[in-house]
């Protein structure tokens, strides 16, 4: 079973840092990798999607990388504002679920 | 709006009572999807549709939860005689499946089930 990890649970820099969030999979037969902003008591908002052949993606101050053989991604945050604190979540596509992380809670502090 | 839709957003009931769900999906979609999160956890499986039929459920949907896409649009989620470890917020997303790569989950707002 898939089985998805991420870390650091928790995260707090203060505005204008550079940050890098983890996300590891157990099993490399995906589809693809899907990363998530969820606000407190809401649902979730799709950031970037990066197909199993793809490397890397990239949305205003956001890059996520995927290396598929070793089963790791990782969502870089350029330039960090107290708008971007929310918890992200990563998700692979294993056949025909969806497999989510835990999430990391992220703060921006001002 | 054309994003997923949840009906209600809150709701409270009390143990042993019965609770229905809606989601309206993004209407070009062919998936749909149902998650049960808890505080601190990521979204868990429940099932998902492909157009009308059901084609998979977790082992977390025990008999009690039934759910139905009855024209291949929108889709309810019951839970028979709730229990206290049902609180959770449920989740629905839909997507076009074409070819994996490319799918792309779109979710609701979900539902916040506390049961007393």
């Known amino acids: 079973k898939q089985e998805v990890t991420q870390i650091p649970a928790a995260l707090s820099v203060p505005e204008g840092e550079n940050l890098v969030l983890n996300c590891s999979f157990t099993d490399s037969a995906i589809y693809n990798l899907q990363w998530f902003r969820q606000d407190p008591g809401k649902g979730l908002t799709s950031l970037l999607l990066i197909q199993s052949s793809q490397r890397e993606q990239t949305s205003g101050r956001l890059n996520a990388s995927l290396d598929k053989s070793s089963g790791r991604s990782t969502l870089y945050i350029a330039a960090s504002q107290p708008g971007d604190s929310a918890t992200y979540l990563c998700a692979v596509l294993t056949g025909n679920q969806f497999y989510f992380g835990t999430g990391t809670s992220l703060t921006v502090i001002p | 709006d054309t994003g997923v839709s949840q009906d209600p957003r809150h709701k409270i009931t009390k143990r042993g009572q019965n609770v229905t769900f809606r989601c309206d999906p993004i209407?070009?979609?062919?998936?749909l999807y149902w998650y049960r999160q808890t505080l601190g956890q990521g979204p868990e499986f429940l099932t998902y549709f492909q157009n009308e039929a059901q084609l998979e459920k977790s082992r977390l949907l025990s008999d009690r939860f039934s759910a139905e896409r009855p024209k291949g649009s929108f889709s309810t989620l019951e839970i028979q005689r709730t229990e206290q470890g049902d609180s959770a917020m449920y989740l629905c997303?839909?997507?076009?499946?074409?070819?994996?790569?490319?799918?792309?989950?779109?979710f609701g707002p979900g539902t916040r089930l506390l049961v007393l």
């Open positions: 997303a839909s997507s076009l499946r074409l070819g994996g790569e490319q799918e792309t989950q779109y």
């Open positions: 209407s070009e979609h062919n998936r």
